[in-house]
T-cell receptor, first 109, second 110 residues
């Protein structure tokens, strides 16, 4: 299987940028994803990047992919209190998806 | 569209009891998945069904069985529940590159 690692916690002040990092072991993934999970809810797809891309921007979200270092990051600009949640990176290989451990983002007002 | 729905929302079982977790999607998706979520471990794939009539094991299938009843429904069965199966269970369906998740079932096995 795939090993997908994330740091468990991140705290930022409202208005600052947040950067959530993810490392993985298998380079055969076709797509890489970021999901958001709010308390008591399921996972919501935020964005994804195709494996032959280096960067993708979607409003306040910027995804960076470094295939050489097997490193994926999610930058949230102008972080708001509503961004407080758990963020999961995930990789897709064929029919299977592999998820990281999740990073709990706390936004301090 | 309701998207992906799961029942029940919460369940408490005693060790050795059996139960079936239900999942349905109204988006006409071919692929469906069952995951469990445990603290500090992210989501782990239990079983998936790439299309109606097919099922395949994921990373942690032991102690579970699944049935793809039709294109809409994919159920997960615990034949003899164990405390190690205490978890939050998520069902998902897939269209193209994206997965869509249900709200989850919280299961406690005593």
């Amino acid at each position: 299987g795939e090993d997908v690692e994330q740091s468990l916690f991140l705290s930022v002040r409202e208005g600052d940028s947040s950067v959530i990092n993810c490392t993985y072991t298998d380079s055969s993934s076709t797509y890489l994803y970021w999901y958001k999970q709010e308390p008591g809810a399921g996972l919501q797809l935020l964005t994804y990047i195709f494996s032959n891309m280096d960067m993708k921007q979607d409003q306040r979200l910027t995804v960076l992919l470094n295939k050489k270092d097997k490193h994926l990051s999610l930058r949230i600009a102008d972080t708001q209190t509503g961004d407080s949640a758990i963020y999961f990176c995930a990789l897709n290989t064929g029919n299977q998806f592999y998820f990281g451990t999740g990073t709990s983002l706390t936004v301090i007002p | 569209n309701a998207g992906v729905t799961q029942t029940p929302k919460f369940q408490v079982l005693k060790t050795g009891q059996s139960m079936t977790l239900q999942c349905a999607q109204d988006m006409n998706h071919n692929s469906m998945y069952w995951y469990r979520q445990d603290p500090g471990m992210g989501l782990r794939l239990i079983y998936y069904s790439a299309s109606e009539g097919t099922t395949d094991k994921g990373e942690v299938p032991n102690g579970y069985n699944v049935s793809r009843l039709n294109k809409r429904e994919f159920s997960l069965r615990l034949e003899s529940a164990a405390p190690s199966q205490t978890s939050v269970y998520f069902c998902a369906s897939r269209w193209g590159v994206s997965q869509y998740f249900g709200p989850g079932t919280r299961l406690l096995v005593l």
